[in-house]
């Protein structure tokens, strides 16, 4: 069977058409399928981050609740910032207070200064507490008023910490913790023995 020029074109012209998108086809629907296999991939790795990052969230959000009462700790406090501007004198005034309870984002601080809360007070706060400096930005939350003695407590809240700086500010506090109850006979510290020193 011979072939006559305008058949065989046709001919292969028909083969093309059929053969062509079908094989075309095919490459794309192989290569979707290895771009969805590495993206399902991707997916999972990504996946798996989020949870260990919603369990360290988890951890800080423990951590930082925990509240534990101290024994007078001396501190030294520096009026930084005031939000009204009749007050703007009292600006880098310092004074002194005592933290009776603290925790890993605040404090109960006591002093003889009877500020106005409601003013937007930051101040800046230094104390040692187990033998360790800290130096925080704090801002005053909650005014607790005395009739007895001379002196405010002040709800503070630190602001402006870094992660590493709360870790270290709840290992102190949750080993204090454990050494009171353990000298206290309690044997059952199983809440404290889930944070590290």
Same mark, same amino acid.
């Given at each position: 069977?011979?072939?006559?020029?305008?058949?065989?074109?046709?001919?292969?012209?028909?083969?093309?058409?059929?053969?062509?998108?079908?094989?075309?086809?095919?490459?794309?629907?192989?290569?979707?399928?290895?771009?969805?296999?590495?993206?399902?991939?991707?997916?999972?790795?990504?996946?798996?981050?989020?949870?260990?990052?919603?369990?360290?969230?988890?951890?800080?959000?423990? &951590? *930082?609740?925990?509240?534990? @009462?101290?024994?007078? +700790?001396?501190?030294? =406090?520096?009026?930084? !910032?005031?939000?009204?501007?009749?007050?703007?004198?009292?600006?880098?005034?310092?004074?002194?207070?005592?933290?009776?309870?603290?925790?890993?984002?605040?404090?109960?601080?006591?002093?003889?200064?009877?500020?106005?809360?409601?003013?937007?007070?930051?101040?800046?706060?230094?104390?040692?507490?187990?033998?360790?400096?800290?130096?925080?930005?704090?801002?005053?939350? &909650? *005014?607790?008023?005395?009739? @007895?003695?001379?002196? +405010?407590?002040?709800? =503070?809240?630190?602001? !402006?910490?870094?992660?590493?700086?709360?870790?270290?500010?709840?290992?102190?506090?949750?080993?204090?913790?454990?050494?009171?109850?353990?000298?206290?006979?309690?044997?059952?510290?199983?809440?404290?023995?889930?944070?590290?020193?």
């Amino acid at each position: 069977m011979t072939f006559e020029p305008p058949l065989l074109i046709a001919s292969v012209t028909i083969f093309l058409s059929l053969f062509l998108p079908l094989g075309t086809f095919s490459i794309l629907t192989y290569r979707l399928k290895k771009n969805l296999v590495k993206q399902k991939g991707e997916n999972e790795r990504l996946l798996e981050n989020v949870y260990h990052l919603k369990q360290k969230q988890q951890e800080i959000e423990r &951590r *930082k609740a925990f509240r534990l @009462e101290v024994s007078n +700790v001396d501190c030294e =406090i520096t009026l930084n !910032g005031i939000g009204d501007r009749k007050l703007n004198h009292l600006i880098g005034k310092k004074g002194t207070g005592t933290i009776h309870d603290l925790s890993a984002n605040g404090a109960r601080l006591a002093c003889h200064y009877d500020l106005p809360v409601r003013k937007g007070i930051i101040i800046g706060i230094d104390f040692i507490f187990r033998e360790e400096h800290f130096s925080f930005r704090a801002k005053l939350v &909650r *005014k607790i008023e005395h009739f @007895e003695g001379n002196h +405010v407590e002040f709800g =503070i809240e630190f602001i !402006g910490m870094s992660i590493q700086e709360q870790e270290q500010l709840s290992s102190l506090l949750i080993a204090t913790e454990r050494e009171y109850m353990r000298s206290k006979g309690y044997k059952n510290v199983h809440f404290f023995e889930n944070y590290k020193n």
